[in-house]
């Protein structure tokens, strides 16, 4: 299992950073283990901050592959296409996944607190801890079981 492509993305949120971030491209791949450390990973339900082009915030409670040892949150593109085309009909499911970044995460009451409907960028951005890192991980040679 190779790791590529680590980049640091700048710091946008008010709040510390937290978990390193893995959108998980592949879709017969669903990471029951870490890709890192071949641990176990748990699931972890949390709102995800979402910035979709051109200028439409969005928070998603969704449920994420987590491994405590890495701190590595894994979210599967082809459910998060879904859900967020099922929240804006306008796109188009075969091409939403350009047009999206997963941000960070929100504390959950912090996500009760703000109003959906009339979430600001701003008022997301004063709760939003960004990732500690984006990670890029691809098979090689396989996955291994
Ligand atoms: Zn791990």
């Not at 700048?10 to 017969?28: C, E, I, V």
């Not at 699931?43 to 040892?69: A, E, G, V, W």
């Not at 879904?82 to 796109?91: E, G, M, Q």
């Not at 970044?101 to 504390?107: F, P």
């Amino acid at each position: 299992m190779g790791k590529k492509d680590e980049k640091t993305i700048p710091k946008l949120g008010k709040q510390s950073p937290h978990n390193r971030f893995f959108l998980n491209p592949y879709r017969d791949v669903r990471f029951s283990k870490c890709p890192q450390c071949s641990n176990k990973m748990r699931q972890r339900k949390l709102p995800l901050f979402i910035h979709i082009d051109p200028n439409q915030p969005l928070l998603l409670n969704k449920t994420c592959r987590y491994c405590s040892y890495c701190d590595l949150l894994i979210a599967h593109r082809d459910e998060l296409d879904h859900l967020i085309t099922r929240a804006f009909p306008f796109l188009d499911p075969e091409t939403v996944s350009n047009q999206y970044l997963v941000m960070g995460t929100v504390d959950r009451t912090d996500w009760k607190r703000i109003d959906q409907n009339k979430l600001s960028f701003q008022a997301t951005i004063e709760a939003l801890h960004d990732f500690k890192e984006v990670v890029i991980f691809e098979p090689m040679g396989g996955w291994g079981r």
